[in-house]
Nanobody, 127 residues
Framework: VQLQASGGGLVQAGGSLRLSCGAS????????VAWFRQAPGKEREFVAD????????YYADSVKGRFTISRDNAKNTVYLQLDSLKPEDTAVYYC?????????????????????WGQGTLVTVSS
């Protein structure tokens, strides 16, 4: 699976953006997809994920209620809607799938448990 994140940009605090994670490969629908972000000088952190089955989504506490993850398997795309943005949301956002491959979903959301990172997209929130 090859992933490509897009949709980042510069936005004022309180604004919105929608990020997209496009994937190649006919088996995309069988993968859990997660979003991570990495701010300058900080470690990469989990943001949200969407299970392969479509039954579960999970959000980091820092974005719960403001970000929404969704997927369109027909378009091989996972979206991350970012609302009520804050300056501390400034980061490069990445999408990834579990290292253990398709049909896998767990409560372990460390970056080391994911692979096939796409090229990130930069989100900058001004105050």
């Amino acid at each position: 699976v090859q992933l490509q994140a897009s949709g980042g940009g510069l936005v004022q605090a309180g604004g919105s953006l929608r990020l997209s994670c496009g994937a190649s490969g006919r088996t995309f629908s069988s993968y859990t997809v997660a979003w991570f972000r990495q701010a300058p000088g900080k470690e990469r952190e989990f943001v949200a994920d969407y299970s392969y089955s479509g039954r579960w989504t999970y959000y980091a506490d820092s974005v719960k209620g403001r970000f929404t993850i969704s997927r369109d398997n027909a378009k091989n795309t996972v979206y991350l809607q970012l609302d009520s943005l804050k300056p501390e949301d400034t980061a490069v956002y990445y999408c990834a799938v579990p290292e253990k491959g398709p049909y896998y979903y767990s409560d372990s959301r460390a970056p080391r448990d994911f692979a096939y990172w796409g090229q990130g997209t930069l989100v900058t929130v001004s105050s």
